[in-house]
């Protein structure tokens, strides 16, 4: 079993639906929990940065994380065409180091 | 503010030569973190440099190596290249101080033919 595990999709859904992006994981250490966007030959973006369980908000994203589940979720408002790409979660138990695990990756296409 | 800068964008290298690259993390930032990404394994943790020591070490074999300088920049070399060594490699720039976010630069494609 891999330690952060992702549905890699294809997720394709209408222009303005809401879009939901799950994460497991197994390490009961992470404590800090990460979503990036990564378009075709890009680098990561950082869209989200949590730290513990609760809940985040920025604009149309929201992010929430249920360690007692080990779950973490990213939640997409009013999807748009340029959301399209590919939503990677990544996770860490080092509270000053950056050596995170990264979940496979969900490919997701905004039709319009 | 400028971003990560990673160079070269492009390169093709033949089995058994040796490569560095470069990233130049955000001003300011004295952490800078490297991992490689392929279709198979996804992105995986090379290794982490703070203030020019190494941090944490990910789980590559010793022909993965690299140093950080004074100002923060950072090289990575990979030498007697094989082609699975064939990647995305994506440098991550932060603080490096507690509880702090890290930006990837655009990455450096590397073939290995």
């Known amino acids: 079993q891999k330690e952060v595990e992702q549905d890699p999709g294809p997720l394709s859904v209408p222009e303005g639906a809401i879009v939901s992006l799950n994460c497991t994981y197994s390490n009961s250490a992470f404590q800090y929990f990460m979503w990036y966007r990564q378009y075709s030959r890009k680098g990561p973006e950082l869209l989200m940065y949590t730290y513990s369980s609760g809940n985040k908000e920025d604009g149309r994203f929201t992010a929430q994380v249920d360690k007692s589940s080990k779950y973490i979720s990213l939640f997409i408002r009013d999807s748009q065409p340029s959301d399209s790409a590919t939503y990677l979660c990544?996770?860490?138990?080092?509270?000053?180091?950056?050596?995170?695990?990264f979940g496979p990756g969900t490919r997701l296409s905004v039709l319009p | 503010k400028a971003g990560v800068t990673q160079t070269p964008r492009y390169l093709i290298k033949t089995r058994g030569q040796q490569v560095t690259l470069s990233c130049s993390p955000i001003?300011?930032?004295?952490?800078v973190s490297w991992y490689q990404q392929t279709p198979g394994q996804g992105l995986q943790f090379l290794f982490e440099y703070f203030s020019e020591t190494q941090r944490n070490k990910g789980n590559f074999p010793g022909r993965f190596s690299g140093r950080q300088f004074s100002n923060s920049r950072s090289e990575m070399n990979v030498s007697t290249l094989e082609l699975g060594d064939s990647a995305l490699y994506l440098c991550?720039?932060?603080?490096?101080?507690?509880?702090?976010?890290?930006?990837f630069g655009q990455g450096t494609r590397l073939t290995v033919v």
């Open positions: 991550a720039s932060s603080l490096g101080t507690e509880n702090t976010e890290a930006f």
């Open positions: 001003s300011g930032h004295r952490s």
């Open positions: 990544a996770m860490s138990g080092d509270n000053y180091g950056q050596n995170f695990v």
